[in-house]
């Protein structure tokens, strides 16, 4: 018998068990029914009380039996679920990690064939569908409806692949299978809705948001792998500068380090990569605690926790109780309001290092930006130690890139960036291969820059400098830009100008 969820049980039971009281009551009043255990004491040829209470107690059994499996069964037909509702079993999922992205053709006959195999397979097309993509590392599954078909992509580091076509008719039942396993209503079609579906073991959670269009609803799938591994603050693709000025500031036992760039750029990354570092340099001595909106990644030995909707708990709220936990290392999501800036302010002023982000064009405007928050200048000059933009870029694919003559087209994209002496040496392009799948990119890296607040940055930010001003003298100063890490990789052919100056621009 499929199971129902504890908060349906309880809704359920009392349900029946008032219908059960209302039968009983009707019975009890019909003659023929009333005059059962005396019909039966009469053939046993006694006359005790406890005929009586046994048939009723009996009757009263039956009947709630009765209806809870009409009311489970009902449930069953309405919402179609499974025994196991939002949860993905393990043992119905099979990640193999071990393909990459030459599989992708392989995956889509599969994804066909499993579409096709038996009517209505819904079930096992949701499931093989979730396994391809964490199998092949996808950071998001798009499902798309056209008025002629649904397909199916994946972004898998950044590029876009087709996984084929689910059939229209069978669009419905699989929009309504991937809703129920992320705790969503398959009754509201013509709102958006957010929801998050699990496996079994928490090893792997997605978020899913489902959008409705003219063609039916648009569904979008972040894929999460809770277990993935930190990488290294080494392998990150940090150059040589910022990593030596960002495993010296993680040293600090005080102030603030902000990393910002784009929505999908790799500053969790960065920031766990951190955290991973002062774990090991400072052993067991340290104790990390991060509040994280939503948690992607857990990690052994910090102490996360999740902020955000359906907590109760605010970026703010969340700050100034972990505060209390006697904290040394604080990773905090993101700063977005006012008060969550003047919390962190305060903390990195009183003896904890924090690790954070914010949403500003460069580094030079992270500045400017905590200022239109509240915060004064002066506090900003004296615990911000550093801040760290970052970009991620389509990596060339090595086994069909080539030499390239630099056109006026590069030189323009290059001008409206404010290089105007060309530069030397020679750029790369690709025009993709089967090792691509004719994309031209193969994985990506990452672009950084690091600002240091130097005394006299400290003296331009105290006084509230616009950050181009920041920005002309940090590289005063001998920043390198993200321009310039990008304009080195481009010489290395592992990344192409266009692409560059599209990524750096934003
Ligand atoms: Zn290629």
Known sequence: MPKLSSRDIIFARIACFASTALITFILSRI?????????????VGTESAVVAVVFWMLLVFIIYDVLMRIVRSLWIQVRKTPDNI????????????????GAIPAYRVEFEDVLNSTKDNVIGAVNTLISIGFSLGASDIHINPD?????????????????????????????????????????KQSIPQDGQLYFEDKSYTARVAVFPTANGERIAMRLVNVHARIMDLESIGMPENVLLDCKALLNRSQGM???????????????????????????????????????ETNLEGF??????????????????SVLRQDPDVIMLGEIRDEETATIA?????????????????????????????????VELSSTVHAVISQRLCRQL???????TELTDAHVRQLKLLGVNEVPEGSFYEADGCPQCLGHGFRGRIALFEILLVTDTLRDFISRGCPAYELSKEARKAGMATLLDHGLELAREGRISLMEMTRIVSD
């Open 257 to 295: 380090i902000i990393i910002t760039g784009p929505t999908g750029s790799g500053k969790s990354t960065t920031m766990f990569s951190s955290l991973l570092h002062i774990q090991k340099l400072r052993k067991d001595s340290v104790n990390i605690v991060t509040l994280e909106d939503p948690i």
């Open 147 to 187: 008025p002629e078909k649904v397909t199916v992509i994946l972004r898998i580091q950044g590029n876009l692949y087709s996984l084929g076509e689910i059939p229209r008719h069978l669009y419905s039942h699989f929009a309504r299978r991937i809703k129920i396993l992320s705790g969503l209503s398959i009754y």
């Open 397 to 403: 694919c090595p086994a069909c890139r080539k030499k």
């Open 303 to 320: 102490f996360q926790t999740q902020v955000g909707q359906n907590t109760g708990l605010t970026f703010s709220t969340g700050l100034r």
């Open 31 to 43: 003659d023929s029914v009333k005059g059962i255990p005396d019909k039966i004491m009469n053939a």
């Open 86 to 101: 939002g949860v993905i079993r393990n043992s119905d999922i099979k990640i193999n990690t071990s393909r990459g992205i």
């Open 345 to 377: 302010v305060r903390a990195a002023m009183t003896g904890h290092l924090l690790l954070t982000t914010v949403h500003a064009t460069s580094t030079a405007g992270v500045f400017n930006r905590l200022s239109q928050m509240g915060i004064d200048p």
